[in-house]
T-cell receptor, first 113, second 115 residues
Framework: AQTVTQSQPEMSVQEAETVTLSCTYDTSESDYYLFWYKQPPSRQMILVIRQEAYKQQNATENRFSVNFQKAAKSFSLKISDSQLGDAAMYFCAYWAGSYQLTFGKGTKLSVIP | DVKVTQSSRYLVKRTGEKVFLECVQDMDHENMFWYRQDPGLGLRLIYFSYDVKMKEKGDIPEGYSVSREKKERFSLILESASTNQTSMYLC??????????????FGPGTRLTVL
């Protein structure tokens, strides 16, 4: 069974600084997708960024980028120029073609003004 | 924009009560999902539905049932609520087929407390 591990339950970052959230996963599949979802306090969860495993190039979305290391089964999220609105729970997730997303346990990110 | 709404943000029920959590989406999505979110456990899939009247168990279906009579509406039912079902419940939807899972749209969640 696939597992997704987020080893940092909580992290903090100074406003305008850069922070990296870690995620590792376990799979025997060769073709899959990885995701980072953001859940702000009392607000809906939204998709931040998506990476297809067969693509070598790391995905980027504005201030958000990933470091995808397929051999190491690692998928970290880098947030540059952190803003107060980045404070949220962040979930790493994995999908390999079924109806199910497998989520990690989440990392709570605090942004210090 | 996709909109997924849930009938209540907060709900307090008594042990043994029958509880209905409603979810409605307005994007004509075939796939709908119910998750449970607990601190330190992440999101766990309770049930999903890939079409009207179709349902499949997820990882933790015990104590829950679902109903999908219309495409836009997916209900989660706790037949006899228990205190260990106190949790945040999230509904999600996505476009059809398994490829639709690549982007799920979530509702705001219902925080259920069972006393």
């Amino acid at each position: 069974a696939q597992t997704v591990t987020q080893s940092q339950p909580e992290m903090s970052v100074q406003e305008a600084e850069t922070v990296t959230l870690s995620c590792t996963y376990d799979t025997s599949e060769s073709d899959y997708y990885l995701f980072w979802y953001k859940q702000p306090p009392s607000r809906q969860m939204i998709l931040v960024i998506r990476q297809e495993a067969y693509k070598q190039q790391n995905a980027t979305e504005n201030r958000f980028s990933v470091n995808f290391q397929k051999a190491a089964k690692s998928f970290s999220l880098k947030i540059s120029d952190s803003q107060l609105g980045d404070a949220a729970m962040y979930f790493c997730a994995y999908w390999a073609g079924s109806y199910q997303l497998t989520f990690g346990k989440g990392t709570k990110l605090s942004v210090i003004p | 924009d996709v909109k997924v709404t849930q009938s209540s943000r907060y709900l307090v029920k008594r042990t043994g009560e029958k509880v209905f959590l409603e979810c409605v989406q307005d994007m004509d999505h075939e796939n709908m999902f119910w998750y449970r979110q607990d601190p330190g456990l992440g999101l766990r899939l309770i049930y999903f539905s890939y079409d009207v009247k179709m349902k499949e168990k997820g990882d933790i279906p015990e104590g829950y049932s679902v109903s999908r009579e219309k495409k836009e509406r997916f209900s989660l039912i706790l037949e006899s609520a228990s205190t260990n079902q106190t949790s945040m419940y999230l509904c999600a939807s996505s476009s059809p087929g398994t490829s639709g899972i690549r982007e799920q749209f979530f509702g705001p969640g219902t925080r259920l407390t069972v006393l």
